[in-house]
């Protein structure tokens, strides 16, 4: 197999992977909000518009977005002591253990099929750890960019 076949198969793959463990999540929010939530607990606090472009949405939809989950007690709003004109989106406990809950779903879920596996399928997924923890970590700097 090229290399070219190669990673289209092993995209593929991660593709379908992971739009079917977004299904299988709970659709208790809409999975910009919980993405926001996600991206706020990896980087910390955020100006809007830089989550905005981080979750590809409009500033004027994000601020709507932080309203709705600023009301849940999810975020808030945070003057940035280096610039009194910025304000910065903060996880709060609330928000913090909703994404605690809800990474703990996920992985349950993928416990569950890995215990279908057989041991030597196992073991692949065990030597694929350090490449797939790189995948994830490149993904994240091409898609937040340098954090605030």
Known sequence: MSRHDATAA????????????????????????????????????RRITDLAAVEGVTQPAM????????????????????????????????GAAYVRTRRQAGVDAFEQLIDKLTGDEVEALVAALPALKHLAELESQDREGPTQ
């Open 63 to 94: 601020t709507a977005l932080v309203r709705v989950m600023e009301e849940s007690g999810l975020v808030e709003r945070w003057g940035d002591a280096s610039d009194r004109r910025v304000t910065l989106v903060c996880l709060t406990e609330a």
């Open 10 to 45: 092993i995209g593929a793959a991660l593709y379908g992977l992971a739009t079917r463990a977004v299904r299988r999540l709970p659709r208790d929010m809409s999975l910009t909000s919980a993405a926001t939530l996600a991206t706020l607990d990896r980087t910390g606090p």
